[in-house]
């Protein structure tokens, strides 16, 4: 198990969770509305540490999570996200930070675009919004 602590106002705390006695030492639900950012920072955190596998689902974050991919989906809408498209855009982050940093230069921009986790070198190109700095 995972553990997680945060300290809450006690008069918070009892408006959202009447007897939270009962949930001491037990799995937060984390479908209710105020376990959501957790929920979604923990989301947001398994796709940047699994971003680079290529074949990374929904279905495989939220089985590292124990959640359904429904939950997961849904935590990511809340905030105005989908799935695919945060971790596109994960991807697209890393591969321009070796793109840019002196220590990748000696990588071909294929090598970068698979290490981001994109299937293909014109994945990658599709993503930059500029004009890539190196040739594939």
């Given at each position: 198990y995972e553990v997680v602590h945060v300290k809450l106002p006690e008069s918070w705390l009892l408006r959202q969770l009447p007897h939270p006695e009962v949930l001491v030492g037990r799995a937060l639900p984390f479908d209710q509305h105020w376990a959501r950012p957790l929920l979604r920072e923990r989301i947001k955190g398994c796709i940047l540490d699994r971003c680079a596998d290529a074949s990374l689902?929904?279905?495989?974050?939220?089985?590292?999570?124990?959640?359904?991919?429904?939950?997961?989906?849904?935590?990511?809408?809340?905030?105005?996200?989908?799935?695919?498209?945060?971790?596109?855009?994960?991807?697209?982050?890393?591969?321009?930070?070796?793109?840019?940093?002196?220590?990748?230069?000696?990588?071909?921009?294929?090598?970068?675009?698979?290490?981001?986790?994109?299937?293909?070198?014109?994945?990658?190109?599709?993503?930059l919004s500029k004009p890539c700095p190196r040739g594939g």
């Open positions: 689902t929904a279905v495989d974050v939220a089985s590292a999570l124990n959640v359904s991919a429904a939950t997961v989906h849904r935590t990511l809408a809340g905030s105005g996200d989908t799935f695919g498209a945060y971790l596109a855009a994960v991807r697209k982050q890393i591969a321009v930070r070796m793109l840019e940093s002196p220590s990748f230069r000696q990588l071909s921009f294929d090598e970068i675009g698979r290490r981001a986790g994109f299937i293909d070198a014109s994945r990658l190109r599709s993503s």
